[in-house]
């Protein structure tokens, strides 16, 4: 079965350092999304990508977030510059359409020293 | 902005049913979710149901949605050992981007 996949599955980084987080989608969905979960919070939307642009994004998704999807397969979450906050276990999904199921990935956990 | 809520944690015997409960704000909810997530692990898609039905039954599992009330609820079968886990509710908006908004969790420990 077609699942999500995510790398790496745990990064440490010191703060202030960027870092890139790297999904493949499903291979026949077209939207994409970020997640992230704080740990004993609840998971988070950051932001939601199609036809190569944001179609949504959060007040968490602030100038320091950026996506790309820089090839035909990966989705990619870069943290320009890391804050002690954004250690979290950080979720890609892909959905076929908007508005439709969403299925995620294993997730990888950022820990920012 | 919408918000969804759930108990934090149920303990139920083996072969028990679990009910799972959870209550959201959004009254343009579209799809509402149930994910199960273990242990280490991602969230995995148990199954949804569409803001015009009432029921839906997917083996072991049924949901039911009061929309009325705003409320969803998860009841699992014969609960296992391996159904241990935590439980997220979820809904999509009507929304451009198709964000999902999460409960909490409840954590659901099955004794044998």
């Known amino acids: 079965e077609p699942e999500v996949t995510q790398t790496p599955s745990h990064q440490v980084t010191q703060m202030g350092q960027e870092v890139i987080l790297r999904c493949v989608p499903i291979?026949?969905?077209?939207?994409f999304y970020w997640y992230r979960q704080i740990l004993g919070q609840k998971v988070e939307f950051l932001v939601s990508?199609?036809?190569?642009?944001?179609?949504?994004k959060s007040e968490i998704f602030d100038d320091q977030f950026s996506v790309e999807r820089p090839d035909g397969s990966n989705f990619t979450l870069k943290i320009r510059s890391t804050k002690l906050e954004d250690s979290a276990m950080y979720f890609c999904?892909?959905?076929?359409?908007?508005?439709?199921?969403?299925?995620f990935g294993p997730g990888t956990r950022l820990l920012v020293l | 902005g919408e918000d969804v809520e759930q108990s934090l944690f149920l303990s139920v015997r083996e072969g028990d049913s679990s009910v799972i409960n959870c209550t959201y704000t959004?009254?343009?909810?579209?799809?509402l979710y149930w994910y199960k997530q273990e242990p280490g692990a991602g969230l995995q898609l148990l199954t949804y149901?569409?803001?015009?039905?009432d029921m839906k039954q997917d083996q072991r599992l049924t949901v039911l949605l009061n929309k009325k009330d705003k409320h969803l609820s998860l009841r699992i079968a014969d609960t296992q050992t391996g159904d241990s886990a935590i439980y997220f509710c979820?809904?999509?908006?009507?929304?451009?981007?198709?964000?999902?908004?999460f409960g909490g969790g409840t954590r659901l420990m099955v004794k044998p």
């Open positions: 291979s026949n969905h077209l939207y």
């Open positions: 959004d009254s343009s909810s579209t799809y």
């Open positions: 999904a892909s959905s076929v359409v908007g508005g439709e199921t969403q299925y």
């Open positions: 149901i569409f803001s015009n039905m």
């Open positions: 990508f199609y036809n190569n642009e944001i179609s949504e």
């Open positions: 979820a809904e999509s908006g009507n929304n451009a981007g198709n964000m999902l908004t």
